[in-house]
């Protein structure tokens, strides 16, 4: 459920309508020089979303390193569907390896995948947790193998004292609605090396070389009607709309991320003597987002059921993807990911709850004999 500063965002966007610019430029070029002062990260395209930004980063890398169809992405399957749609998409194979203790990629299962044709490797952050990415990072180097980092749920995690991003060629964040960094629809593509950023913006509004807002309000000799097409391209850039919203969420991200950080404490400590879950871990060096606050229950349909009944309404993520038919043929291969699948729960937690709701959560749990 997201809280959104609604006066604050509806003077953003008053502006936008003032101005007469709701499109690409203005807000998306304020939002993005906000989220490189941020975060620390060299480069940062606003995008439509983190599935056009997932799709926009392996197609950029593809070209750059002129993979050919069919050469593989070692991937995770606990995630959402648009991390490995992004791979086939451009013609490239998920190769799904296992996750660990932190539910994200195991090293040591990434490095028993690698074969001739791996060219990159796709790591999610999940609920905002950074697992061993600084190893998985330190494995592509060693190999010559891109990084790719779904930071979907990354907004404002920090690993090693760094905002996460930093560690990979590609990173993608989310500010769909229900993420840690709301607006309605939109996202953020990083890459660490700014001809692929500027290949990005290329690819992201169908090919052509310059959009409306250099060539009219930037462009000293007044509108330049001219332009060149060189790809075919994709319409996946951001709007000012969005951006607005996001500049606002974006001033309130590492207060909202603290509050988050604090009711995970309670659900820590709340469940700590509770035999019939286990909470995820957060990596060593970590500092999460705390988008999710996920737990394992061995009985976890049951434990679902028995929430819904007291009207707690716990989420699931994710499906392990190789249960989907489409990725069926990589089914079994990772046991601890198909486990976990069955065993997850996200608990409730937003920026409306208090402590005593987190109580209520926890006290429902401990009455479940399951
Ligand atoms: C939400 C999500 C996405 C997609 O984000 P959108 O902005 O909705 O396209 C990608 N990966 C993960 C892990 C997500 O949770």
């Known amino acids: 459920m997201p809280t959104f500063r609604v006066e604050e965002c509806l003077a953003e966007i008053k502006e936008c309508l003032e101005q007469g610019w709701t499109g690409i430029g203005y807000k998306t070029v304020a939002f993005e020089e906000a989220w490189k002062t941020y975060t620390g990260l060299a480069n940062a395209h606003f ?14 890398l593809k070209q750059a390193g002129a993979w050919k169809d069919d050469d593989e992405i070692i991937t995770t399957p606990l995630t959402f569907v648009s991390t490995n749609h992004a791979i086939l998409q451009e013609q490239l194979r998920p190769v799904f390896a296992d996750v660990d203790e932190y539910l994200c990629l195991d ?64 990173a993608v964040f989310s500010f769909h609605a229900v993420k840690n960094l709301p607006t309605a629809d939109s996202g953020m593509v990083c890459f660490r090396d700014p001809a692929l950023d500027t290949q990005a913006r290329k690819l992201s509004w169908l090919g052509i070389d310059k959009d409306t807002y250099s060539r009219t309000l930037r462009s000293p000799s007044g509108y330049h009607w001219r332009y060149e097409v060189e790809h075919i391209g994709f319409k996946y850039h951001g709007n000012s709309v969005m951006a607005a919203m996001g500049l606002v969420a974006l001033r309130y ?118």
């Not at 995008?47 to 950029?60: D, E, F, I, Q, T």
């Not at 490095?111 to 999940?126: C, D, K, S």
């Not at 995970?264 to 987002?289: H, N, Q, T």
């Open 253 to 370: 991200l590492d207060q909202d991320n603290a509050q988050r950080r604090e009711l995970a404490a309670a659900y820590d400590e709340a469940l700590a003597d509770c035999a019939a879950v286990r909470p995820v871990p957060v990596a060593p060096g970590c500092e999460p987002s705390r988008h999710l606050y996920q737990i394992l229950a061995r009985h976890r349909d049951a434990l679902m059921a028995h929430l819904n009944a007291r009207s707690i309404y716990p989420g699931v993520h994710y499906r392990d993807n190789t249960d989907y038919s489409m990725y069926r043929a990589a089914a079994g291969t990772c046991l601890r990911a198909t486990r976990a699948s069955h065993e997850l729960i996200s608990l409730p937690l937003h920026l409306r709850m208090r402590q005593s709701d987190v109580a209520r959560v926890a006290r429902a749990i401990a009455t479940f004999d399951g």
């Open 107 to 170: 090293p040591a299962a990434v490095e028993a995948l690698i074969t001739p044709r791996t060219r990159a490797v796709m790591f999610v952050g999940l609920g905002g947790n950074s697992g061993r990415l600084p190893d998985i990072a330190a494995l592509c180097r060693g190999r010559g193998l891109r990084l790719i980092l779904d930071a979907a749920h990354m907004a404002g995690t920090r690993v090693d004292g760094v905002h996460a991003g930093a560690q990979a060629d590609a």
């Open 47 to 60: 995008v439509a979303s983190a599935s056009a930004g997932l799709h926009l980063a392996v197609s950029v």
